[in-house]
């Protein structure tokens, strides 16, 4: 009896610790998924950082010069980005009534087709929607929720930069932090495979979204899709997101191009193609290049999908997969812990961390 009342206090007290961990998350949404999207940023800036040090001319320079160029090229791309999206939404809000028309046209269309121009119905439906839906106000509505962000791109490079200026005496910050030196090697030990995973899976999927965003802007330059450098965008940085964010990402270009041409034919058209150039990036190039770098689940990547977009929106779901692969070794760092790392993984085995004194 007394064994079982300890099982069921150790549990009560993580349902507690979890669920107000939970809730804090939550709480602060504004000013945590910042911090952390700067931390990934600073795994990705520090890659970038690592592979301007095997450019001849750039090997000669310090670290401190390297940083400071990936970090200015980081903040010019961040701020062309939010240019392109803030001025992509003006131009929709512009051509709206225009799209609203051939979708109207469109419908009517279909409905001679069907034999329904006649039924009463259409004509008073038609003149509903025309009078009390707006497209225009669906589209930057829409489109305002997916730019709100914008405001935190400047915070999110100033949190990047000063992270990779500190990186240097982080090692030194955490051996006095632990205290003993057995404990400051084991904390040394758990950043070095957190670096290592989380380096080389956002490197890579980075180089990915560049590819699949590269591909799909060729594919609607060529369609003659409506502000195809924005969807593009839009589909590289989806695509960070597991299983849906490639899918969602694609879904917006081809149903705005239902509403530009009023065609279902050239809508198809760009649905496939886009979906083709989807597909073999994410089949056939991304688990080549990728492999099993974070070695999670696919039950659990979708949990942790699910929980983090609960928690902090599109952000969250942007950073699941490396807040898990995270949480994954650091788990594994604890003989008490390691079982559950064990259950995050694909292949039933932990993480080990590597025996390197580098954070």
Do not use: C
């Not at 914008?150 to 051996?175: H, M, N, P």
Request: hydrophobic fraction near 55%.
């Amino acid at each position: 009896m007394i064994a079982v009342a300890d099982s069921a206090r150790k549990v009560a007290y993580v349902l507690l610790v979890v669920s107000l961990a939970g809730w804090l998350l939550w709480v602060g949404s504004k000013v945590l998924w910042p911090v952390f999207a700067a931390i990934i940023s600073a795994y990705i800036l520090t890659a970038a950082a690592e592979s301007l040090s095997r450019v001849p001319v750039l090997s000669w320079t310090p670290r401190w010069f390297r940083n400071l160029v990936v970090a200015a090229g980081f903040a010019a791309i961040l701020f062309m980005i939010a240019m392109i999206f803030s001025s992509t939404v003006d131009k929709l809000a512009s051509v709206a009534p225009t799209y609203q028309q051939n979708l109207v046209g469109l419908a009517g269309r279909l409905t001679r087709w069907a034999g329904f121009e006649q039924t009463p119905t259409w004509e008073t439906l038609r003149t509903y929607l025309t009078g009390r839906v707006s497209l225009q106000a669906i589209i930057t509505g829409t489109l305002g929720q997916v730019t709100a962000m914008g405001g935190q791109i400047i915070l999110i490079v100033f949190y990047a930069v000063f992270l990779l200026a500190e990186r240097g005496q982080f090692a030194a910050k955490l051996t006095s932090v632990a205290g003993d030196a057995e404990r400051a090697e084991r904390a040394h030990d758990v950043i070095a495979s957190i670096n290592r995973s989380i380096t080389d899976y956002l490197a890579v999927k980075t180089v990915i979204n560049i590819i699949l965003g590269v591909t799909s802007y060729l594919i609607m330059i060529a369609l003659g899709i409506d502000f195809a450098a924005f969807w593009a965008i839009l589909i590289g940085l989806m695509n960070y997101i597991p299983y849906v964010g490639s899918i969602v990402g694609v879904a917006f270009p081809v149903l705005l191009s239902l509403a530009q041409f009023g065609s279902v034919g050239q809508t198809m058209v760009a649905a496939l193609a886009l979906t083709a150039a989807q597909m073999t990036v994410g089949y056939v190039i991304e688990p080549r290049m990728i492999g099993q770098s974070v070695n999670l689940s696919p039950f659990v990547v979708m949990v942790s999908l699910t929980t983090w977009s609960a928690l902090w929106g599109v952000p969250g779901a942007i950073l699941a997969v490396p807040l898990t692969a995270i949480l994954s070794i650091i788990l594994a760092a604890s003989p008490s812990t390691r079982g559950l790392s064990v259950l995050l993984s694909a292949d039933g085995t932990a993480p080990a961390p590597p025996r390197s004194r580098s954070p």
